[in-house]
Protein backbone atom coordinates (compact mmCIF):
# COMPACT_ATOMS: atom_id res chain seq x y z
CA UNK A 1 0.00 0.00 0.00
CA UNK A 2 1.40 3.76 -0.86
CA UNK A 3 0.19 6.52 2.00
CA UNK A 4 0.09 9.92 0.94
CA UNK A 5 1.14 12.12 4.32
CA UNK A 6 0.14 15.52 4.82
CA UNK A 7 0.02 17.76 7.77
CA UNK A 8 -2.47 20.02 9.68
CA UNK A 9 -0.14 22.37 11.70
CA UNK A 10 1.67 20.34 13.86
CA UNK A 11 0.14 16.56 13.37
CA UNK A 12 0.82 14.07 10.50
CA UNK A 13 -1.89 12.03 9.19
CA UNK A 14 -1.33 8.94 6.64
CA UNK A 15 -4.19 8.56 3.50
CA UNK A 16 -4.12 5.36 1.68
CA UNK A 17 -3.52 6.22 -2.05
CA UNK A 18 -5.83 4.45 -3.57
CA UNK A 19 -8.32 6.82 -2.20
CA UNK A 20 -6.56 9.62 -3.74
CA UNK A 21 -7.94 10.57 -7.48
CA UNK A 22 -5.48 13.58 -8.09
CA UNK A 23 -3.32 16.34 -5.60
CA UNK A 24 -3.57 19.57 -6.97
CA UNK A 25 -2.50 23.24 -6.22
CA UNK A 26 -4.11 24.87 -4.03
CA UNK A 27 -6.96 27.16 -5.69
CA UNK A 28 -9.56 30.07 -5.33
CA UNK A 29 -12.83 28.29 -4.36
CA UNK A 30 -16.45 29.70 -4.92
CA UNK A 31 -17.80 30.31 -1.65
CA UNK A 32 -21.00 28.55 -0.30
CA UNK A 33 -23.33 30.78 1.18
CA UNK A 34 -24.58 29.51 4.39
CA UNK A 35 -22.26 26.00 4.76
CA UNK A 36 -19.93 25.27 7.53
CA UNK A 37 -16.72 27.59 7.81
CA UNK A 38 -14.35 24.10 7.10
CA UNK A 39 -16.07 24.09 3.52
CA UNK A 40 -14.42 27.24 1.70
CA UNK A 41 -16.17 26.65 -1.79
CA UNK A 42 -16.44 24.75 -4.50
CA UNK A 43 -14.19 24.33 -6.94
CA UNK A 44 -13.94 23.20 -10.90
CA UNK A 45 -12.84 19.86 -11.59
CA UNK A 46 -12.70 18.46 -15.53
CA UNK A 47 -16.28 20.86 -15.44
CA UNK A 48 -17.79 19.14 -12.45
CA UNK A 49 -18.10 21.06 -9.28
CA UNK A 50 -16.21 19.59 -6.04
CA UNK A 51 -16.89 21.23 -2.75
CA UNK A 52 -13.11 21.71 -0.96
CA UNK A 53 -12.67 21.12 3.02
CA UNK A 54 -10.32 22.76 4.18
CA UNK A 55 -9.41 20.28 6.87
CA UNK A 56 -7.20 22.25 9.47
CA UNK A 57 -10.79 24.17 9.97
CA UNK A 58 -12.46 20.39 10.34
CA UNK A 59 -10.11 18.65 12.38
CA UNK A 60 -8.17 21.69 14.19
CA UNK A 61 -10.55 24.65 13.61
CA UNK A 62 -7.43 26.45 12.29
CA UNK A 63 -7.25 27.08 8.70
CA UNK A 64 -4.75 25.30 6.67
CA UNK A 65 -1.67 27.81 5.84
CA UNK A 66 -1.40 28.66 2.40
CA UNK A 67 2.30 27.69 1.81
CA UNK A 68 4.05 26.07 -1.41
CA UNK A 69 3.31 23.05 -0.01
CA UNK A 70 -0.81 23.42 1.00
CA UNK A 71 -2.18 20.97 -1.81
CA UNK A 72 -6.23 19.35 -2.55
CA UNK A 73 -6.39 16.39 -2.05
CA UNK A 74 -9.10 15.35 -4.52
CA UNK A 75 -10.20 12.29 -2.98
CA UNK A 76 -13.50 9.35 -3.73
CA UNK A 77 -15.68 8.63 -1.12
CA UNK A 78 -18.54 6.35 -0.86
CA UNK A 79 -22.11 7.96 0.22
CA UNK A 80 -24.16 4.99 1.12
CA UNK A 81 -24.12 1.97 -1.27
CA UNK A 82 -24.90 3.75 -4.66
CA UNK A 83 -22.79 5.94 -5.55
CA UNK A 84 -19.04 7.44 -5.06
CA UNK A 85 -18.08 11.26 -5.17
CA UNK A 86 -15.30 13.76 -5.14
CA UNK A 87 -14.40 15.68 -2.45
CA UNK A 88 -10.94 18.27 -2.28
CA UNK A 89 -9.37 17.83 1.15
CA UNK A 90 -6.98 20.87 1.91
CA UNK A 91 -4.26 19.89 3.92
CA UNK A 92 -0.37 21.46 4.32
CA UNK A 93 2.93 19.86 3.34
CA UNK A 94 1.63 17.48 0.57
CA UNK A 95 4.74 16.12 -0.47
CA UNK A 96 5.73 12.76 0.70
CA UNK A 97 4.54 8.86 0.10
CA UNK A 98 5.54 6.48 2.08
CA UNK A 99 5.31 2.73 1.07
CA UNK A 100 4.34 0.05 3.31
CA UNK A 101 5.64 -3.75 3.38
CA UNK A 102 3.35 -5.93 0.82
CA UNK A 103 0.33 -7.36 2.80
CA UNK A 104 0.07 -4.23 5.31
CA UNK A 105 -3.13 -2.93 6.38
CA UNK A 106 -3.73 -0.89 9.73
CA UNK A 107 -4.99 -2.49 12.80
CA UNK A 108 -8.54 -1.49 13.66
CA UNK A 109 -9.38 0.50 16.39
CA UNK A 110 -12.64 0.76 18.23
CA UNK A 111 -12.61 4.19 19.95
CA UNK A 112 -10.34 7.16 19.00
CA UNK A 113 -7.80 7.92 16.21
CA UNK A 114 -5.59 4.96 14.95
CA UNK A 115 -1.92 6.00 15.00
CA UNK A 116 0.00 4.31 12.69
CA UNK A 117 3.49 2.35 13.24
CA UNK A 118 6.76 4.35 13.33
CA UNK A 119 8.52 1.40 11.45
CA UNK A 120 6.12 2.20 8.78
CA UNK A 121 5.86 5.79 8.14
CA UNK A 122 9.65 6.19 9.79
CA UNK A 123 8.03 9.19 12.16
CA UNK A 124 6.17 9.19 15.02
CA UNK A 125 2.48 9.67 15.70
CA UNK A 126 1.16 9.86 11.92
CA UNK A 127 -2.66 9.23 11.63
CA UNK A 128 -4.51 7.06 9.43
CA UNK A 129 -7.48 9.31 7.93
CA UNK A 130 -10.09 7.56 6.73
CA UNK A 131 -12.20 10.00 4.77
CA UNK A 132 -15.49 8.13 4.62
CA UNK A 133 -15.05 7.85 8.99
CA UNK A 134 -13.13 11.27 9.49
CA UNK A 135 -15.36 13.70 7.11
CA UNK A 136 -19.51 14.57 8.12
CA UNK A 137 -21.83 12.42 5.99
CA UNK A 138 -23.76 15.30 4.87
CA UNK A 139 -21.14 17.72 3.36
CA UNK A 140 -23.46 20.55 1.32
CA UNK A 141 -22.54 20.74 -2.27
CA UNK A 142 -22.76 16.99 -2.95
CA UNK A 143 -26.79 16.13 -3.20
CA UNK A 144 -26.83 17.87 -6.40
CA UNK A 145 -23.58 16.85 -8.11
CA UNK A 146 -23.74 13.74 -10.54
CA UNK A 147 -21.41 11.68 -12.27
Not at 3 to 25: M, Q
Not at 51 to 63: E, F, M, R, T
Not at 88 to 109: D, R, S, Y
Request: charged share 20%; with cysteine; proline share 9%.
Amino acid sequence: MLLLLFNLRDETYAIDSAKVVEVIPYLLTQKIPMTPRFIIGMANYRSNPVPIIDLGLLLNAQSCRQQLSTRIILTSISLGSQFKKIVGLLAENVTETVKTPKGWQPNPVDQGPLFLDDAVTHRPMVRWFQPEQMLPEDIPGLSFMEQ
